[in-house]
């Protein structure tokens, strides 16, 4: 049963980097057809995708995020990590990694499997 | 790029049924067969109720469906339970972002 953990500073100062991690177990990122992607949500709001780790390698990031977002996956540790630039209190949020949803060997676009979420704030 | 129109509340007596709309536009729940519904109990995080407009993933209960007209989705629970009460997110894919687009979310309360 694959479960995600994501892991990572509680607190960023303004204009620097936010970085998480999100560590799989039960699996593996780099087998099989799925998306790893990054969500967030700030308290009392929707949820925002912030973009997906393909396991061919490939990434897509969210258009409003794009300039400021890195998503890479170290297969080895079989994590995948997120890194957001220039971060300001509108960043602040929950982040949550999660896997998408595959039916006979098909990507679906839903979310089947997501991590507890990590709380992030930005403030100096 | 806007969320997904949801109603920001509805609610029911035990017992009864519900629906919540989605509204979206050409470049998503018209378009595409992928529109997903989450249920999120406060500090949990979403889980996944219904996927390509009508799908139930294993374990889901039967109580929960999916349908969709135009550019807009529907999630009906019938048969309300206590445990129900949550917010209940929409998203569909869209072109605009290739990305899953979210709902701004609909909280439910059992009367």
């Known amino acids: 049963q694959v479960q995600l953990q994501e892991s990572g500073p509680g607190l960023v100062k303004p204009s620097q980097t936010l970085s998480l991690t999100c560590t799989v177990s039960g699996g593996s990122i780099s087998s099989g057809n799925y998306y790893w992607s990054w969500i967030r949500q700030p308290a009392g709001k929707g949820l925002e995708c912030i973009g997906r780790?393909?396991?061919?390698?490939?990434?897509t990031y969210n258009p409003s995020l794009k300039s400021r977002v890195t998503i890479s996956a170290d297969t080895s540790k079989k994590q995948f990590s997120l890194k957001l630039d220039s971060v300001t209190a509108a960043d602040t949020a929950v982040y949550y990694c999660a896997r998408s949803l595959t039916v006979f060997g098909v990507i679906r676009h839903a979310f089947d499997i997501w991590g507890q979420g990590t709380m992030v704030t930005v403030s100096s | 790029q806007s969320a997904l129109t949801q109603p920001a509340s509805v609610s029911g007596s035990p017992g009864q049924s519900i629906t919540i709309s989605c509204t979206g536009t050409?470049?998503?729940?018209?378009?595409?067969?992928?529109v997903s519904w989450y249920q999120q109990h406060p500090a949990k995080a979403p889980k996944l109720m219904i996927y390509d407009v009508s799908n139930r993933p294993s374990g889901v209960s039967t109580r929960f469906s999916g349908s969709r007209s135009g550019n807009t989705a529907s999630l009906t629970i019938s048969g309300l339970q206590a445990e129900d009460e949550a917010d209940y997110y929409c998203s569909s894919y869209t072109s605009t972002s290739t990305l899953s687009l979210f709902g701004n979310g609909t909280k439910v309360t059992v009367l």
């Open positions: 780790f393909h396991s061919s390698g490939s990434t």
């Open positions: 050409n470049s998503d729940i018209y378009t595409y067969n992928s």
